[in-house]
């Protein structure tokens, strides 16, 4: 006598090859819901840009151009934003619209789980992640960077634009040195350099600064700085000792371990820097100070988990959609904005712990996704689909 439990495609032999006509209609359906949802999201983001930025821009006669090309800046980072919860309330319509019309059940007697049927679904999931990674690694910092300075430089006075792009200032990562530029050039001699040294902990009395009309980097060489003026501290840091002229300063690469990149990509928001960037700092600032060092760090690990938020909407769509397939795409719906809300509070609560050194960077920054894909998976083993 069969167990009532039972069902049906239990007793049917599972199906794991390429079906042509099934893989292509099920991604044909995802796509629209894909599409229609995506262009939703980035029309909101961009009515809601529009209502930010439109009156300043009006307000000060830029050009039509101008703002149709700061709109167009702003919408790789409004994209990267949507791409997950465009993945998972597309996956859960597409399944939850199969199950109105019994086509999961008939999927499912066919000897098909339906982790056989979302395989395009998974396959798009990490075709988009691969996007979300491009988008942050490369992308999205250049088009961030580059509305920033299209606004600066339209909305407030020329003089102030020009003073932010001219004056820079630096504190190394391992809070030994404070730099100032008058003129700061990436690829070319720094103007008006001041330069302040403490000594190391506990004391961090300032031990010596110079000012010098000129600084260059040198790769492999260190940093020369000419018409310098050397003044040295007393142990304390508070009685300066008599100055003395130099034509010519040089410091080894050992001495002053920072260059001119360093410098500028530290001056900018951690959050706006590409993996691959922070991952340099790290490496090269051996002696950073633990709260920075922990920021970078969980920065870091949080930027290679977030695009994996697209494949795990997938991932988890499914077999949500197909637990509340009786009870009407609303349900899905609903239920697909709660587990992407709580994702986000969830990796931002954690992220913010990161980079204040209460928890593990890693853990900070993985554990969130890392705890939604068991939360996935653990679904899929339970609902045997």
Known sequence: MR?????????????????????????????????????????????????????????NKVPLARMLQYFVLKLPGNIRFVLPITMLLSCMWTMAMFGKHMEVTAMRASGLSLIRCGRSIFIVGLIVTGVNFWFNETLVPYTEREAEVLQEYYTKSREYVEAQHRMLTYRSSDQRRTWLFNYFDIYGYQKGVTLKSFRPSPESSLEWD??????????????????????????????????????????????????PNDIMNKTKDEDALPSWVIWDILHKTQNMALRSRAIYETVFWYRLAFPWSCFLAAFLGIPLATKNERSGIMLAVMAAVVIIVVYYV?????????????????????????GFIIFGWYNVLRGRI
């Open 346 to 370: 969830i990796s931002m609560g954690f992220l913010m712990l990161g980079k204040q050194g209460v928890l593990n960077p890693f853990i900070a920054g993985m554990l969130p996704t890392i």
């Open 210 to 259: 110079i000012m010098a009309d000129k600084g260059r980097y040198v790769p492999g060489e260190g940093w020369t700085f000419t018409n310098v003026t050397y003044t040295p501290y007393s142990h304390d840091g508070l009685i300066p000792k008599p100055t003395r002229k130099f034509f010519v300063i040089k410091f080894s690469e050992t001495e002053i371990p920072e260059t």
């Open 3 to 59: 167990n009532k439990k039972d069902r049906p495609e239990d007793h049917v032999k599972r199906q794991w090859t390429f079906l042509p006509t099934l893989d292509i209609y099920i991604l044909s359906e995802f796509m629209v819901y894909f599409c229609i949802l995506l262009l939703v999201f980035i029309t909101l983001f961009v009515i809601g840009d529009v209502f930010n930025d439109l009156s300043d821009f009006l307000d």
